[in-house]
């Protein structure tokens, strides 16, 4: 991809623009107050923006509209709709008890409610998913899209993923070392601004391409009058596409996840993920807390017109480089393979993965190797996935009856089939895998769909804009990179530091201890991040949502039953934190629901499964033992606490618009 001087120029001045800002604006932070909450004196449209900005990255430009160029298309909007919603309850439900409660981060309120255990508990869960899981996954998709619009795969000797993951995550824990949560406000109205106006030229250039594309380009548009318009086009070549309602079997966003599932990572990542409230805990009063809330459910409406659309775009004009970025991908699954066979042209990569199978299937037992593949990649390469199938069945030594079906490619079967292969291999026939040192592969797939929005500056974006729209993308890598830094070492420096290491610590040294962490979890964070290059996990937006899966459950549960009933025991709150990841995993693992049913829990429906268990175990542990005294929230500020009437008004108004888009897309 070719950058001119003004390209680069306008790059180069955006990013120190970004960082210089926010340097300047926090110059006199002194106390810990000062560098963690901003002094307490952040207004709405700064909240609103920073909100904003500090959610939309790459894990939603790269991830979500990765997302919407498979078969989730319209669907994945779900999470920025109902946001919409959520952010509206958090407004007026949970920001007025952690404001009242003066707290400097969402795990200490846990102690007032419950115990310091559970406060502990919690300050341990979220360091662990912002460094491990939402630090590492926002770098390297940063880096993927670094690596998509160069188009080369090594920097200076280094892999130019991991290249680009140390030069993101160390840039954006320059400025927040520098200047806490001031900083990271002040650089967000920058990044904010840039990203929304970034994603919105995206928008019209691929529309604009969209409307220009010839029938070679998409074949679907042989069967629509030539002289229609580009919106009626797009809905016809995408018709599957436009739905925010997916059948109950779907594997991410079934139906039934939109009535319990999505609401539980929504009302946990807006109401109690720290990185997000950090903002409104800054506020200067309730009602500026409010109406900056609102201002950022408002700007969640237009976000997946700006992401999601794109995405969907991007499968329809380039899907054939998307085959040729799965190319790649694939390389990596077949390491193993000798020498001579890891030698292979773009072209024919179905044909050497075939070479391969054929000169081992003489002797299954000598493989020493199982083979995974997608559903996309078993219909664009159909043969090469019949004789992994083939293959995979014979190193069972033919413990499991296979029959070639001509049929199963048409049906979609062919995955289904392999995966009961592996599934053989690994439970049922677990002694001899052993035995023969059998391995399973990273999947082969057919599309890399993670390289949709690269794509679509790589290939539409020109010269001279260039600049603009990858500084706003890395900007909105800095701008979440930042605020994950930040709250990580807000938590750490001031409930764990504070409480057990240094209890009288002076306010330099919490300052001071603030960007330690910062320095050390950007360098952990970066080590991870290369890592998510491996297939397994299923692109970035997936693995984020997956993850957290583990604790946001119990976390949210916690808070909802303790505000809830104001009698429930410190240890309801400890032991719902602590069987949040249990059932879950032992839901993920044991999967009890192929007894009941023909298909597998997405992960949405088994975060609803996990929550709904841990607030029946509170309410049975408060029916035994229940506290002596109804918890009360104390009044421990100043600040003006008085709700806003205006923030009321627009925040009806927003959640009526979003109920009207659901309606207009079902």
Not at 103 to 118: C, D, H
Not at 140 to 165: D, R
Not at 247 to 274: C, H, M, S
Not at 482 to 500: E, G, H, Q, R
């Amino acid at each position: 991809m070719e950058f001119s001087f003004i390209d680069i120029s306008v790059f180069v001045l955006f990013v120190l623009a970004v960082i210089g800002i926010g340097i300047f604006k926090s110059r006199k932070e002194k106390s810990s107050e000062d560098y963690f909450l901003a002094g307490r004196g952040l207004s709405w449209w700064l909240i609103g923006f920073s909100l904003i900005a500090a959610n939309i990255s790459t894990e939603q430009f790269i991830g979500m509209s990765g997302s919407a160029a498979k078969w989730l298309g319209l669907a994945i909007a779900s999470y920025e709709w109902m946001a919409a919603i959520t952010l509206i309850f958090v407004a007026f439900f949970f920001l007025p008890k952690f404001l009242r409660s003066g707290v400097f981060t969402i795990p200490e309120f846990l102690e007032q409610r419950y115990n310091a255990t559970a406060r502990t508990l919690m300050a341990f869960f979220m360091v662990l998913i912002y460094v491990f899981v939402t630090f590492a996954v926002v770098v390297y998709s940063g880096a993927l899209t670094v690596k998509t619009l160069l188009g080369v795969s090594h920097i200076w000797g280094m892999p130019v993923i991991t290249f680009s993951c140390w030069v993101i995550g160390l840039l954006a824990a320059v400025y927040v070392a520098s200047g806490g949560l001031k900083a990271c406000a002040w650089a967000d109205l920058l990044q904010g601004s840039a990203l929304m106006i970034g994603g919105a030229l995206i928008l019209y250039w691929a529309m604009k391409a969209f409307g220009s594309a010839s029938v070679e380009t998409i074949p679907a548009l042989a069967n629509i009058d030539a002289g229609a318009s580009v919106l009626e086009k797009f809905k016809f070549v995408n018709a599957d596409k436009l739905h925010m309602f997916l059948p109950k079997d779907d594997t991410e966003i079934p139906w039934t996840a939109l009535v319990i599932g999505l609401w539980i990572p929504n009302l946990y990542y807006w109401g109690l993920n720290q990185y997000i409230m950090q903002r409104t805990l800054g506020a200067k009063s309730l009602s500026e807390g409010q109406k900056g809330i609102v201002f950022a459910a408002g700007l969640k409406l237009i976000i997946p017109f700006i992401i999601v659309i794109p995405g969907i775009l991007a499968f329809n004009l380039f899907s054939e480089d998307m085959k040729v970025e799965a190319i790649d991908t694939n390389k990596n699954a077949v390491r193993f393979l000798k020498a001579e066979d890891t030698e292979m042209k773009d072209f024919d990569f179905a044909g050497s993965v075939t070479t391969f199978i054929n000169s081992n299937t003489a002797d299954p037992a000598a493989g020493k190797m199982a083979f995974k593949f997608n559903d996309d990649f078993a219909q664009i390469y159909p043969d090469a996935a019949n004789k992994i199938v083939a293959f995979n069945s014979k190193m069972l030594a033919a413990q499991i009856e296979y029959e070639q079906n001509t049929q199963w490619t048409a049906e979609k079967n062919l995955q289904k089939n392999n995966e009961a292969i592996l599934a053989a291999i690994l439970e049922k026939n677990a002694t001899l895998a052993e035995d023969k040192n059998i391995q399973i592969s990273q999947p082969f797939i057919g599309y890399k769909y993670d390289s949709a929005f690269a794509l679509l500056i790589k290939r539409l974006v020109p010269i001279g804009w260039r600049g603009f729209v990858l500084a706003a993308l890395l900007g909105a890598v800095m701008s979440s990179l930042a605020s994950m830094l930040n709250s990580a070492s807000t938590i750490f420096t001031m409930d764990v530091y504070k409480k057990f290491i240094s209890k009288n610590a002076s306010q330099k040294a919490l300052v001071t201890m603030g960007r330690i962490c910062v320095g050390l979890f950007a360098v952990i964070g970066c080590l991870v991040a290369p890592q998510l290059d491996n297939p397994k996990f299923g692109g970035v937006f997936k693995f984020i949502q997956e993850f957290q899966g583990f604790i946001s459950p119990g976390i949210l549960a916690v808070f909802v039953f303790g505000l809830i009933n104001r009698r429930a025991p410190g240890i309801a709150g400890t032991l719902g934190l602590i069987l949040s990841p249990i059932i879950y995993l032992l839901i993920k693992v044991a999967k009890p629901e192929l007894i009941f049913m023909d298909h597998e829990l997405a992960f949405l429906d088994r975060m609803a499964i996990t929550f709904f268990c841990i607030i029946i175990t509170m309410w049975i542990i408060t029916i035994i033992k229940p506290r002596k005294e109804p918890f009360v929230i104390k009044q421990n500020t100043d600040m003006d606490l008085k709700s806003s009437k205006s923030a009321k008004v627009f925040g009806t108004l927003i959640v009526i618009a979003t109920i009207g888009l659901y309606i207009y897309f079902r």
